[in-house]
Each structure stands twice: as C-alpha cells, then as structure tokens.
C-alpha cells in the first residue's frame, strides 16, 4: 500500500476520509468504528451507503468491522483460562453482547493515499472487553474492486480469545440473486444461538426469497451476487459467512467471518475458529468485493 502516514485528527473532526479509483468512490468514518459509509459506482449504490457527513452511527453505515468476535457472545460472559469474566450490553436490549467492541468505538487515520487508507484502533481493558489489544483495517480500492484487510495484534500480557470479521449490507433490489457455496449451516435455538451443525447445499436463489439468519462452515469459493445493476464477486481468506435475509428490510447481509457464533462456549472453540492470541502475536484475515456493471 503506497499511502503516507498522517498525524491523527488530520482529516477532520468526523475523520471523515474518501477515496476515487476510477468509478469506484468509497467513504470511511473513522470516528463510527472505523466503517464504510458508503460505495459507488459513479452515484450508484454498491452497498447500502450513506454519505460521510449523514451518517449518524456504525450500524446505519455500508459496513463495519467484527472485532475481537463476531455476532453473538451468549448472555454477556464467558470462561477464558480458569477465569470468568462479563461484557456490557451493547446492542439494545440484546441479551448478548454482539459483534464485538472496535464498531462501537472510534478509530484513528494513520495512513491515506488517493486509493488507499489505513485505520487503527487501540483497546484498553474496559466492561466490554477485558484484554488490551490494537487492530489495524486497511483500505485499497481500485477501479473494479475493493480490499481490506484486518490485522488484530494481542497486547495484553496474557493470552486472548480473538475472532473477527466483517458486516458489509447490501441494497436489496427487485432482482437481487445470492449464490452461495458452503457446506454446512448452524440452526440457532429460540435465543439466535447456533445449536446444530446441518449439512447444506449451495445456495442459490433470488434474496428475497430467502429466509436466512445463520453461520454457515465450509464457505469455499466467491459468493456471487447478482442484481439488475451490478454482478459482485465477495471473497475472503476467512471459511466462515454470516448470512442475513430480513424479510421486512431493504438490505441483507453477508459477512465474512472467522468463526462459529459463540464459539468461546462451544465445546472446542478453536475448532470452531476461534483463535488463541498469544501477546505479541497477530492474526491478520481480507475480504475483496470485485464490482461489474451489467
């Protein structure tokens, strides 16, 4: 990535940052945890966008990133190493904690180019996590396609659980097709936890069709998605997608992520996905979104 450092704050109080490469215009707020407000192509919509200055919070936002866990942490605690701990709610009156802490928190500007962005928040130990840790996302858009990577980096003097993601939503129009291929998928019990491993075939079919809130494993090739407008191709070093078809909505979503929900209470969360962060070490995952104009 070609993009010079910059001193925090320089963009602005919003830490509002856009970049152009070719059609392709992309906003980030870093200040609303460190998310895209918004894509396009020319003044068309790629993901559900909003623009800089409009965007009020993360969860109205294109997409943000799931760190250090991704969808549901069951009931606000977990056992880690011997030791109980609890996080604060953070999502209504959700009775989980969701999505993690870095989409509830601002994010600093450390680097940005023409095309390019990096962004970085560091956490300290607080009621919504316990373990001190520093994420960096970075942004690269070219004139069909963008990257990002996450790279979370333990700093805690004892090891961690870490899992992350990312929560991108998507305009849900009149033709809007999704093909999926993956191997299995977690039903989730009446408290939206995942309970049982089925096994699955791809999916395919128009989205508003489908009826999805559900991890699913063995995720194996792009995710296509295909409406009137544009043909995306959405892939990831990451195995695992969280898949959201709100009937009532006009989006849905697709997320890439590293892990099972609630993989820390799982009976073997490593298989699950969720890693073991020594101090000092890092675990790095990307997602690309190749855009074509049908």
């Known amino acids: 990535m070609n993009a010079a450092a910059v001193a925090p704050g320089r963009f602005g109080r919003d830490h509002a940052v856009e970049l152009q490469a ?3 215009r992309l906003a980030l707020r870093a200040d609303l945890g460190g998310s895209i407000a918004g894509l396009w192509h020319g003044g068309t919509p790629i993901l559900r966008s909003t623009e800089s200055g409009d965007l009020a919070t993360a969860r109205q936002s294109a997409c943000y990133p799931l760190v250090p866990y991704s969808n549901r942490l069951a009931y606000q605690r977990f056992r880690w190493q011997g030791r109980d701990y609890t996080t604060a709610t953070n999502f209504d009156d959700n009775p989980h904690s969701v ?3 870095g989409w ?3 994010w600093e500007v450390v680097a940005q180019s023409a095309t390019s962005a990096v962004l970085r928040y560091r956490h300290t130990p607080d009621a919504h996590w316990p373990f001190a840790f520093e994420v960096q996302q970075a942004f690269t ?4 396609s963008l990257a990002v990577t996450l790279a979370v980096s333990n700093t805690a003097d004892t090891a961690q659980p870490v899992g992350l993601g990312w929560h991108p939503y998507f305009p849900k129009r009149e033709r809007s097709h999704l093909h999926l291929e993956v191997s299995h998928r977690w039903d989730p019990n009446e408290a939206q936890l995942p309970v049982s491993k ?3 075939a791809e999916i395919d079919g128009d989205v508003t069709q489908l009826a999805f809130d559900h991890c699913f494993d063995g ?5 296509r998605i295909v409406d009137e407008v ?3 191709r959405l892939s990831s070093t990451l195995t695992r997608l969280v898949v959201y078809t709100p009937g009532n909505k006009a989006y849905f979503c697709v997320e890439p992520v590293s892990h099972v929900s609630d993989a820390i209470h799982g009976d073997d969360p490593a298989a699950l996905g969720l890693r073991t962060l020594q101090p000092g070490q890092t675990f790095e995952a990307s997602m690309r979104l190749d855009v074509s104009v049908r």
């Open 22 to 24: 070719g059609d392709l």
């Open 99 to 101: 999505h993690g802490v």
């Open 104 to 106: 509830l928190r601002a």
């Open 141 to 144: 858009l070219a004139p069909h």
């Open 198 to 200: 089925v096994a699955q």
């Open 219 to 223: 995720w194996h090739s792009p995710a």
């Open 230 to 232: 544009f043909s995306l």
